[in-house]
């Protein structure tokens, strides 16, 4: 066989930074270069994994059903966390994905962190914070709890591109007519950290938790909520 055609078939055989490096290695590279090449392989690994990852995803969003909403609160029904997981952790598990959460509690706030992590070794996460969920009449921890639940419930539905009926256009409170995730989160927050009567503010505003708030008053509560801010720290 000629010498050319041995050199292309080499050529088409190395297709990937591992065995280019074990080619460098066998042929007594220099150590700089070898680095090089274990820096290629890495990248070339993360990029594949990232592919995985996203085909794995597509995968998953194409065969999970709607989540139905099985539970009752709030005078509207909504998808529970246990019931959600119940659908989707088989198909997960299916396509090569698991999720996971860390939760970090600051002066009142609660983060969540949820990771969704492939098989390959690909990782992506979204983190959501609100404040310690006090109505009703829950102790601290309670209202900790509360928050967590909520914040774990909608980072996994933000993460995984989840649908449920709660999120539909039915104009019910959780619906088209009502704030965002985003916003309530925002509220609650300036609700801690103002100080505000939460029972007095839900009591104006005719709601039973700040995800009902429709999403025409959500200015004027902003609003509302600035103004004390500034009162409180004019008089400091």
Known sequence: ???EVTKIEERAVVTTPMQVLQTLVDRGADPDT????????????????????????????????????????????????AETLETVRSLMTECGLSHSWKTNVDQGFISVTCCVTHAAGHQECTTMTAGADDSGKKNP?????????????????????????????DGNAFGRDAIT???????????????????????????????????????????????????AEASQ
Not at 162 to 168: G, H, V, W
Request: hydrophobic share 35%; aromatic share 8%; net charge positive.
């Open 1 to 3: 066989m000629p010498q």
């Open 34 to 81: 070898i680095m090089k090449m274990m820096d290629a392989q890495e990248r070339w690994e993360a990029n594949e994994a990232k592919k995985a990852y996203t085909a794995a995803m597509a995968q998953f969003q194409a065969k999970c059903p709607t989540i139905d909403k099985t539970r009752s609160g709030h005078n509207t029904k909504y998808a529970g966390l």
């Open 141 to 169: 921890i309670q209202a900790i709890g509360s928050t967590t639940t909520y914040l774990q419930r909608y980072t996994l539905f933000a993460i995984l591109g989840l649908a449920s009926k709660e999120q539909d256009d």
């Open 181 to 231: 995730t985003e916003q309530a989160a925002e509220l609650d927050t300036e609700i801690v950290q103002t100080k505000s009567n939460r029972a007095a503010f839900y009591n104006l505003f005719k709601i039973s938790d700040i995800r009902e708030l429709p999403s025409k008053d959500y200015q004027r509560a902003r609003d509302m909520l600035a103004k004390k801010r500034q009162q």
